[in-house]
C-alpha cells in the first residue's frame, strides 16, 4: 500500500469520532441534549466506514475501532432512550471512548496477528501490552474528568494514536534491524 494511502485509509477512520466530538471538543463541554443526535449520525458513519475496509482486508486502527464501538453504544442508549445507558455514558462523558478502546486493544491483543499496536513481529506483544497499559491509564483520566472534554478526553485521544503509530515504525525498524 502506497504512503499516501495509507495515509487516507488513516484519515477516513477518524471520521466518525469527529463527527460526533469535533463540536464538543470546540465548545469544551457536552450537550447532551443534542447527543443522541451525534451519536447516531457518527456511528452511521463508523458502520459503512469501517465495513467497507474489513470487506478490502484494510487492517483498522484497534482504537478507533474500540470508539466505534462507544458511538454504537451512545447512539442505541440516547436514541432508544435506555435511561441506565443514558446515565452511564453521560457519567463517563469522553471516558467512554477509552473504554470502547481499551476492549478492542485487548481483544486484538491476544487474537490479531498484528495487536493493538498494528505492526507483526517480536516485539508485538511489548508494544501492545504498553499500549493497553497507556490506553487504561487515559480511561481512568479520562473518567476522572468528565467536565474537561478536552484535556480529559480530546489529549489523551490524540496522544494514544501518536504513540501507536510511533510505536508502530519502531517495532517495523526493529523487525528489520534484528
Known amino acids: 500500500m502506497s504512503k499516501l494511502r495509507t495515509v487516507l485509509t488513516e484519515a477516513i477512520q477518524f471520521v466518525p469520532t469527529l463527527a460526533l466530538a469535533a463540536g464538543y471538543v470546540v465548545a469544551g463541554e457536552i450537550d447532551f441534549a443534542v447527543a443522541g443526535t451525534r451519536f447516531l449520525v457518527a456511528a452511521l458513519l463508523a458502520v459503512p ?6 470487506f478490502k482486508g484494510v487492517r483498522q486502527n484497534p482504537i478507533l475501532v474500540g470508539s466505534n464501538l462507544w458511538l454504537i453504544v451512545g447512539a442505541i ?3 432508544l432512550h435506555i435511561d441506565s445507558l443514558q446515565n452511564l455514558l453521560i457519567d463517563a462523558a469522553g471516558g ?4 470502547g478502546s481499551l476492549l478492542a486493544g485487548v481483544v486484538y491483543t491476544v487474537a490479531r496477528p498484528e495487536g ?7 516485539r508485538k506483544m511489548l508494544f501492545s501490552g504498553i499500549l493497553v497499559a497507556l490506553t487504561a491509564a487515559a480511561m481512568v483520566w479520562a473518567l476522572g474528568r468528565p467536565e474537561d472534554i478536552r484535556l480529559g478526553a480530546a489529549v489523551p485521544f490524540i496522544g494514544l494514536n501518536v504513540v501507536r503509530r510511533l510505536m508502530g515504525r519502531v517495532s517495523q525498524r526493529s523487525v528489520v534491524t534484528e
Not at 467512554?96 to 473504554?99: A, I
Not at 493493538?116 to 517480536?122: M, R
Open 77 to 79: 442508549g440516547f436514541n
Open 49 to 54: 466506514i469501517f465495513g467497507w475496509l474489513a
Open 116 to 122: 493493538f499496536v498494528g505492526v507483526e513481529g517480536p
Open 96 to 99: 467512554g471512548l477509552f473504554v
